[in-house]
């Protein structure tokens, strides 16, 4: 029997999918995305290098809480990204309170641009400074079936 490259393919988001809600869990490095409560598609993450929840700016460390998508960028220095809003009302309070910023520009993204060969290595570790990252392909589906109000969940 030839060798074949089945076990690495991964289930593809169905072209006409539309998400109307996102929940990641970070410890399991894990993003589900949903369609009227049924789940669409689960991804494997990387998040950033900061371990806990993200407070202030140039912590490293991924949000947690509620948020809503905000923005697409077909532009960016990585391959396409969903904004997030963060930060939240309270991510904004808890900061102030410490006299520090909490930062901003949490995306969704896929790899830096000109690295896309690197592909699903980018999972052996943490890399981002709080952004979750895919592959670029993850985020090509993402980015075409996510509509800008979706709801996200970051969790511990």
Request: net charge positive; with cysteine; hydrophobic share 30%.
């Amino acid at each position: 029997m030839p060798f074949t490259y089945h076990f690495y393919l991964e289930e593809k988001l169905p072209l006409k999918a539309k998400i109307d809600k996102i929940i990641i869990i970070k410890h399991e490095h894990k993003m589900y995305v949903y369609s009227k409560e049924e789940l669409l598609k689960t991804y494997k993450i990387s998040m950033g290098r900061g371990k806990g929840k993200k407070h202030f700016e140039g912590d490293k460390k991924t949000p947690e809480g509620k948020y809503f998508i905000d923005s697409k960028n077909p532009r960016s220095s990585f391959h396409l990204n969903l904004g997030i809003s963060y930060p939240n009302k309270d991510d904004i309070k808890y900061a102030k309170k410490s006299g520090k910023s909490p930062g901003g520009l949490i995306k969704i993204h896929g790899l830096k641009n000109g690295l896309g060969f690197i592909g699903k290595f980018h999972r052996l570790f943490d890399w981002t400074r709080g952004c979750i990252a895919v592959t670029n392909y993850e985020i090509e589906e993402l980015y075409r079936a996510t509509p800008i109000g979706t709801p996200i969940i970051i969790k511990k």
